[in-house]
């Protein structure tokens, strides 16, 4: 069986850092128990392209607390967060979309997409302009001056709302936390679309965590897999896909392969703790 027991060795390349954790933990008992322990994360900045990271993991093991330490929502208590070499501070432009529906209901789509700018002091006939651009990038037009609120709007539209704030303050990092979990398969599949169109057209870092294997595989360029007990990263995996994803993509044996081996390492993994598990008792 494959040793699961020690983070990956990220391969620090001659391309720019744009995110890393060193050897990062959280514990919430005084070193007792750790929810996450000795994690290193590296993301590079790949020229004219970005990355698209995806984290998969059981439930639990640290995936969303990892996005919560590179966007400063959480603080480790122990370790380093680095944003292109520097110790992450407010003026970093980092975008973050929840699961949960997080617009203003009393506001509508527009004043929802361009409340980060007006935060920012931004004139309100630029910061409507920027915000139309988005909205109308998003598929959003025409919905503009509609509460952001359910029912007036459908769960995927909300969602389009939320990544419209993320991408309205040109974020060089855009962290997703499950995004899609709510949503119905139609709109699920059109929001994976919509995200491989923003990637392509931004040439960003986006990290996403998700439980669906098929999605994973289909947005991102690396897939890193996380262990709990603690937390840590012990699998990575090169998606070796055209950048330029079409559904019809899902349906091909190449896809399907690293579907199945993803899935394959995911149960070796869960094998691996539960052995570990049994040696402890």
Known sequence: MTEYS??????NTSLPDIIELK?????????????IRNLNFLVEDKPGQGQFIVILGV????????????????KP????????GIPRDETTRIGMVF????????????????????????????RYEKAMEIIKFVGLE???????KYPVLSGGQLQRVAIARSLVADPEILLMDEPFGALDLNTRLQMQDLLCEIWTKLQ???VFVTHDLPEAVYLADEIHIMRGGPGMIVEKIDVNLPLQRERSLKHSSTFMNIVHDVENRMIEIQNFMDEEKKQQE
């Open 59 to 74: 439930s639990g093991c640290g995936k969303s607390t990892l996005l919560r330490f590179i966007c400063g929502l959480q």
């Open 23 to 35: 050897d990062v933990a959280i514990t919430y008992d005084g070193g007792k128990n750790y929810v």
């Open 142 to 148: 025409g919905h503009e001056k509609k509460y952001a």
């Open 6 to 11: 020690k983070n990956v060795d990220f391969a």
């Open 77 to 84: 208590t122990s370790g380093e967060v680095l944003i292109r």
């Open 99 to 126: 699961q949960q529906y997080s617009s203003f209901p009393w506001l509508s789509v527009l004043d929802n997409v361009a409340l980060g700018l007006k935060y920012k002091g931004v004139q309100k006939k630029e």
């Open 204 to 206: 960003s870092t986006i």
